[in-house]
């Protein structure tokens, strides 16, 4: 007979983050405790197999108040592309975490609950995945339109769980960059104002709900820190003392709030099983694979510097591993996520050149190298994935010099579009890639304007590409031969 514990639904969450075929990262928030009687904040979570009242695997987990109380938690031994329950809550102790009885016997009253799906084994031949980015704050077109629309921003979610609740195979969710806009409104400086918009945003009902159903990876780009953030506003000699000092409190505040609300529930946190190395982190940058693909999801924030000679979006090491990851699998199904488009280019000049080489054309030395890296080296079916640019839109491009080789681009943004964006005659779309020699933009479709995302579905050797808008009107599909 299974024992009643008291424990309060997480305040944050749940989320399921990195899951593999045998595994599953858990995320959940707490919340601070009493001032007085020397209580700790825990986290317990415990998993079942569909259809089961008894835990098979429980665990209790630290929230810490560095952390703003949140906290990630690990099962393994999980079979492949199987449904699995889960429940997980937090309490208030006294008592260290060896003094607390067994998780597996106890009856969690009033903890969350919800269900994920582990992904299918290494080699499975389909995937599906969805993908998209930017939760704009202010009022979008539709909205401007219709004033009936008081979900601003969650909307959207309702309707990817419509489709996932509907038996569309969903094995992950690919969440490109913008999560929250601190930088608007009532602009985020310290941790815990940076953690205050993760709770706002994170706690919206239909993307909470879908986040405790599907694997949810994320990455950062300038809205999680300050608007076309770059490292050179820590050094820059143009800057005065007060200026770089008050830039190195406010990037330091979002990394830390960041690493709380995205990193620890995905791969790039590593758990190593030693005395103080549990939680170790050295980078930002993170590679998984699900099913026949794999993924190397980019940071294009925090190690770019404009003002380097050449200027550089990556550093060397991130650099160096992402080509070791293209070269162990030259011929397979790779998807390169990086918050901003990598092609095609905006055709912005003066006052608006600041907002072009936020991209990778600000960057067009290190762009060629890599795309001479991947022409030279064989690799092939290599997909571009991004947002960033509040439009969507996928697009094509082809060496001159050898017919074969080719890259693909998928912008995806908004989930929650402004009433202004950037119309398609200002891209690039055609000729050669501003900046660069050997590579030409050959084809183009899909360009959206409105609130959406991108549903991508591979089946050898055809990636279809669907764009939903917030209501789920398929505005656009396209079959993209990756081989031809």
């Known amino acids: 007979m299974a024992i009643e514990f008291p424990v309060k639904p997480v305040t944050v969450g749940p989320i399921v983050g990195h899951t593999t075929a045998t595994t ?26 569909a259809g089961s009242t008894t835990p098979a695997q429980a665990r209790y987990f630290k929230l ?8 990630s938690v690990d099962f393994a031994g999980l079979a492949p592309g199987r449904t699995y329950a889960y429940r997980m809550g937090y309490f208030f102790s006294g008592r260290e975490l060896l003094q607390l009885q067994p998780p597996t016997g ?51 979610f309702r309707t990817i769980l419509d489709q996932v609740e509907g038996g569309m195979p969903t094995d992950l969710l690919m969440m490109a960059g913008d999560q929250i806009y601190a930088d608007m409104g009532a602009s985020s400086q ?54 770089l000092a008050a830039n190195k409190r406010r990037f330091m505040a979002a990394l830390e709030a960041y690493r709380c609300y995205q990193v620890v529930h995905g791969p790039a946190l590593q758990r190593r099983n030693e005395p103080g190395l549990t939680n170790a982190l050295t980078r930002y940058w993170y590679t998984f694979e699900a099913g026949p693909a794999r993924f190397f999801v980019l940071d294009v924030r925090t190690e770019r510097y404009h003002r380097a000679q050449p200027p550089e ?46 991209k990778w054309a600000g960057f067009q030395l290190q762009r060629q190298k890599l795309l001479d890296f991947m022409r030279d080296e064989g690799v092939h079916r290599t997909v571009f994935l991004s947002g960033d640019v509040h439009v969507s839109l996928w697009s ?89």
């Not at 810490?64 to 906290?71: A, K, N, S, V």
């Not at 269900?115 to 995937?127: E, H, Y």
């Not at 941790?191 to 909470?208: D, E, K």
């Not at 986040?211 to 300038?222: A, H, I, K, N, Q």
Request: charge should be negative.
């Open 24 to 49: 599953v990262r858990l995320w959940g928030r707490g919340s601070t405790p009493p001032p007085l009687g020397g209580l700790q904040c825990y986290g317990v979570a415990q998993l079942l197999e």
């Open 64 to 71: 810490l108040p560095e952390d703003d109380y949140t906290g």
């Open 106 to 156: 106890l009856e969690l009253q009033g903890a969350s609950a919800s269900v994920f799906r582990t992904v299918g084994a290494p080699g499975s031949p389909a995937l599906s995945l969805v993908v998209g980015s930017c939760r704009h704050p202010t009022p979008g077109l539709e909205e401007l339109v219709n004033t009936g629309l008081p979900d601003r921003g969650d909307r959207i």
């Open 190 to 243: 310290s941790f815990a104002q940076y953690c205050a918009s993760y709770q706002r945003s994170f706690t919206q009902p239909n993307l909470r709900r879908l986040m405790s159903r599907v694997p949810t990876y994320m990455t950062l780009d300038d809205h999680e820190i300050a608007d076309n953030w770059s490292m050179d506003r820590l050094n820059d000699p143009r800057l005065g003392d007060k200026e």
């Open 313 to 358: 979006l990556i550093g060397a090491r991130q650099l160096h591993a992402l080509r070791e990851w293209m070269q162990a699998d030259r011929g397979g199904l790779k998807f390169v996520v990086s918050a901003v488009p990598f092609f095609p280019d905006l055709t912005l000049a003066g006052w608006a050149l600041g907002e072009r080489n936020d």
């Open 396 to 484: 094509e491009l082809k060496s001159t010099s050898r017919p074969d080789f080719r890259v693909h681009s998928i912008i995806s943004s908004a989930f929650n579009a402004p009433a202004l964006s950037a119309p398609e005659f200002l891209f690039e779309l055609e000729g050669l890639l501003d900046g660069q020699t050997d590579y030409t933009l050959t084809r183009h479709g899909g360009y959206t304007q409105v609130s959406n995302f991108t549903r991508l579905t591979w089946k050898e050797p055809t990636l279809r590409v669907e764009i939903f808008d917030r209501k789920g009107k398929r505005l656009h599909e396209t079959s993209l031969n990756l081989d031809g």
